[in-house]
């Protein structure tokens, strides 16, 4: 008689006839055979105590990081992880990115003083300015904050969908920081419709210890009930070029040993009103591509002023509307 725990799957199907399958068994350091299903599984789970469910490693909270609402038909909703790198960063001295940062990190220090209050422990922020301006940058720099207080951030481009997981995440985690990013919020906007984004600011369920952090980089797409309603967004800042000392610190951050032998003023003067975008492209096609200076600071120019142009010509209506109020 054989044993049928001391055959390999293969073995079986060739003695019944069937043809054999290639699976790939994990082992132990001593050649015992591993359940893949078990290997992953720590407890049961059930939702209404008749079926119970196998389930994977418990966690009290999430992880620090940056999440994105996410919605399986067998698991139902659930939140998946976002690669951020928040290492390395830099606060530049005449942008809005160092008072951004300020702003948030004094309201999250001031909680005692809001329940004190009885007011809703919420703040909302805007950044606003032409691509490349750095509010990625600022995002990225608040993240690095909220993170290093054991607080989340939460990817919001799918008002049904974010309501469904924030719910589940606020049952669970009552307590800890939130920061919503709500990157191109004119785009979310014009997709889904004003209401449910406002709904989600100040509707019924109004989240609490939690900042709402968008961007856009055309503010004038924006209705009155977004931008002039403090309890929705309380502080607008906008995210201008790089000024000189800006554009300085960036390209010594990129030629830290000047390897390459660079006129780092010149680079600051031939620089002006560009992006942090216009910055890099300069650095990758002269020291990387070993393309002419000459030539690519050129086209990076002509790319500025077109740009200009076109914001002159009309196509940048209603911008002047939308002011920073630190104006």
């Not at 599984?41 to 119970?52: A, I, L, N, R």
């Not at 038909?73 to 951020?84: A, I, P, Q, T």
């Not at 003083?113 to 490349?132: A, D, E, M, S, T």
Request: net charge negative; proline share 5%; charged share 30%.
């Amino acid at each position: 008689m054989v044993n049928l725990d001391d055959l390999e799957l293969n073995d079986i199907l060739s003695r019944s006839g069937r043809p054999a399958v290639h699976v790939r068994r994990r082992r132990n350091d001593q050649g015992e055979v591993l359940s893949n299903e078990s290997s992953s599984h720590y407890q049961w789970t059930s939702s209404d105590g008749d079926k119970f469910f196998p389930a994977g490693r418990p966690y009290n909270t999430l992880p620090p990081g940056l999440w994105e609402p996410k919605y399986c038909h067998s698991r139902g909703y659930f939140c998946e992880k976002l690669k951020c790198n928040t290492n390395d960063l830099l606060e530049f001295p005449e942008t809005h990115c160092e008072r951004v940062v300020k702003e948030i990190r004094k309201f999250w220090d001031r909680e005692e003083r809001f329940r004190k209050n009885n007011l809703v422990y919420k703040r909302g922020i805007i950044l606003w300015g032409p691509p490349g301006s750095g509010k990625s940058s600022t995002i990225k720099l608040v993240l690095k904050d909220v993170f290093e207080r054991n607080g989340v951030a939460m990817k919001f481009d799918q008002p049904p969908m974010f309501l469904e997981v924030v719910r589940i995440f606020r049952k669970i985690e009552p307590n800890t920081p939130l920061v919503v990013l709500m990157e191109d919020i004119d785009a979310i906007i014009e997709e889904w419709g004003e209401t449910d984004v406002l709904n989600i600011l100040d509707g019924v369920e109004v989240l609490d210890k939690v900042v709402y952090l968008a961007t856009t980089n055309y503010p004038e797409k924006l209705g009155e009930r977004i931008i002039n309603r403090p309890s929705r967004f309380d502080r607008r800042f906008k995210m201008p070029h790089p000024g000189r000392k800006s554009r300085r610190l960036y390209f010594e951050h990129l030629l830290k040993t000047n390897e390459y032998q660079i006129d780092i003023d010149k680079w600051v003067k031939d620089t002006e009103g560009m992006s942090i975008s216009h910055l890099k492209e300069l650095f990758i096609a002269v020291c990387i591509l070993e393309d002419d200076y000459k030539s690519v600071i050129k086209t990076l120019q002509t790319m500025v002023e077109e740009t200009v142009s076109s914001n002159e010509d009309g196509n940048n209506l209603g911008f002047a509307q939308f002011k920073n109020e630190e104006d």
